[in-house]
């Protein structure tokens, strides 16, 4: 006698919610998958895609911005003392560690903004700034460099009280920081901010992958930074900050609101007796193993991601 089968559920859920609000943090080392996993979970747990926070977004923003918008200038120089006008060796952020790391890089500066790289160092007659604030940001974010603390601090705080201040609607909906916090002093700031404004942090996502698994995905974005030596400076970084940020939160909010999270979960299909590797199919397993960190049991986890495949693939139907 063969045994009982359980029969198939009749029911398909195809969208959750996370319970807000509050912060889902998604941390890791370079080229992990932080934004890939992050538009999946906007997708499937009900995120507002507004909410999702990427450093790198927010600070490619804040330079276009200050270029384009004069009010939006003001507003930086004014309620946080970032402009194009304060030279980078005469501010409030000014000092001798941030002074040499700047004058190492002015070749590079000189070649980014097309200057000679003589004139870069301001000009105490004229009190012209010829390493501006935002000019260091700029080359920073471009180069992947560390950025003074108060700058990730301020402007992350301001994309969160903005949103929070342009919510008429009673919005619920958790934000995502994507690769944010990256130090210890960065973590502190933010659980002070956040416990000001009563916003819980959710969960920690610590997605990990190898420094060669890192290496050889950072080699097929093509960039120019993506370097050897600019690699192993990225790695090193992350196992000196990153992680150290990491094992803070896990203290101050508990083991259990942060879960390792495998990056490198590789798919292949068989053809023509070849592995070929599948992109999308591989995300699917990373994000599969985030959203039973945050409590969605497997049977959903499925329901989830079979619906938001099946919309992808309808998507690029239409498009096609």
């Not at 097929?220 to 690699?231: F, H, I, P, V, W």
């Not at 203290?251 to 592995?275: F, K, M, N």
Request: aromatic fraction near 6%.
């Amino acid at each position: 006698m063969s045994a009982p089968t359980t029969p198939r559920s009749l029911v398909r859920v195809e969208r959750i919610a996370l319970r807000g609000p509050g912060v889902v943090i998604l941390t890791g080392p370079s080229s992990c998958g932080k934004g890939e996993v992050a538009s999946a979970l906007c997708d499937v747990v009900s995120i507002d895609p507004r909410r999702h926070l990427s450093m790198g977004e927010i600070l490619r923003s804040t330079i276009d911005r200050s270029r384009s918008d004069p009010g939006f200038a003001r507003l930086l120089a004014d309620k946080y003392a970032l402009s194009r006008e304060s030279s980078i060796f005469d501010c409030i952020d000014s000092n001798d560690e941030l002074d040499e790391k700047v004058k190492r890089h002015l070749p590079d500066l000189e070649r980014h903004f097309g200057r000679d790289p003589s004139r870069f160092i301001s000009d105490e007659v004229s009190g012209k700034a010829e390493v501006s604030q935002l000019d260091w940001l700029e080359f920073c974010t471009e180069r992947g460099l560390l950025i003074p603390n108060r700058w990730t601090q301020d402007l992350i705080s301001a994309e969160i009280d903005h949103a929070l201040a342009a919510d008429t609607e009673g919005i619920d909906s958790p934000f995502i920081l994507d690769g944010y916090p990256r130090t210890v002093a960065a973590a502190q700031h933010l659980l002070g901010f956040l416990s000001s404004t009563h916003l819980p942090v959710l969960k920690v996502l610590h997605l990990s992958i190898s420094k060669a698994e890192m290496s050889a995905r950072a080699s097929k974005r093509g960039r120019a930074d993506d370097n050897e030596e600019a690699l192993r400076r990225r790695f090193e970084f992350y196992v000196e900050n990153v992680q150290p940020s990491v094992d803070y939160l896990k203290t101050e909010l508990g083991g259990d609101h942060v879960a390792l999270i495998d990056a490198h979960q590789p798919s292949y299909d068989q053809v023509a007796g070849e592995r070929v590797f599948h992109l999308h199919r591989s995300i699917e397993n990373v994000v599969t193993s985030s959203l039973r960190a945050l409590g969605v049991p497997n049977v959903i986890v499925r329901d989830l991601l079979e619906s938001r495949r099946e919309q992808t693939e309808a998507g690029a139907a239409e498009g096609g």
